[in-house]
């Protein structure tokens, strides 16, 4: 059982390039989430998604842009990165909005824009 | 506005106990969350609580106090593989969670 997949793990790009970072989830999950993890900060919430073909902004969105064609995959994508979004980005799902929402999170991607 | 506050670094020494504390203000309130995240890796769950009072799991526990917006995770018999950060997490009346820093534990021999 995989649980939350990101691919890839580390990307480097250059100001104004574009990019897409892909989770995929195997647990059935209706909620799907993209954080931001910055030092001294804490976990800010970029995108979330309550359901296939949903999808809401959460904190900091500007810059970003996310689909949910698929239950099991959310995707964000950086249409013209700039050096602030330098970051390590976590895709994190659970089973909605409740009380007890445990999320679980992918093991990161690590990205550096020049 | 809303907050969470929490120590940024920690020491503590193999085989001790260590208390790890987290104050929070948010707009309504649905439970407070305790993560670990080692470095380099996904945070993980470790605890929940929405009523006022102690969580024991194992080595961890988890105190809440609504009325003074007030937690803390408590570590028992600290072992070298409990460095790691631990992140504090409030969820709003929105459900949405608003995130601490988190506090970097160092464990000596």
């Known amino acids: 059982n995989a649980g939350v997949t990101q691919t890839p793990k580390f990307r480097v790009l250059k100001t104004g390039q574009s990019m897409t970072l892909l989770c995929a989830q195997d647990m059935n999950h209706e909620y799907m989430y993209w954080y931001r993890q910055d030092p001294g900060m804490g976990l800010r919430l970029i995108h979330y998604s309550v359901g296939e073909g949903t999808t809401a902004k959460g904190e900091v969105p500007d810059g970003y842009n996310v689909s949910r064609l698929k239950k099991q995959n959310f995707l964000l994508g950086l249409e013209s990165a700039a050096p602030s979004q330098t970051s390590v980005y976590f895709c994190?799902?659970?089973?909605?909005?409740?009380?007890?929402?445990?999320?679980?999170f992918g093991a990161g991607s690590r990205l550096t824009v020049l | 506005g809303q907050n969470i506050d929490q120590p940024t670094e920690m020491t503590a020494t193999e085989g001790a106990i260590v208390q790890i504390n987290c104050t929070y203000q948010?707009?309504?309130?649905?439970?407070l969350f305790w993560y670990q995240q080692h470095a380099g890796e996904a945070p993980t769950f470790l605890s929940y609580n929405v009523l006022d009072g102690l969580e024991e799991k194992g080595r961890f526990s988890s105190f809440l106090s609504r009325s003074k917006g007030y937690s803390y995770l408590l570590l028992k018999e600290l072992q070298m593989k409990d460095s790691a950060s631990y992140l504090c997490a409030a969820m709003d009346s929105n459900y949405q969670l608003i995130w601490g820093a988190g506090t970097k534990l160092i464990i000596k021999p």
């Open positions: 948010t707009s309504g309130f649905n439970g």
């Open positions: 994190a799902s659970s089973t909605g909005f409740s009380g007890a929402n445990v999320l679980t």
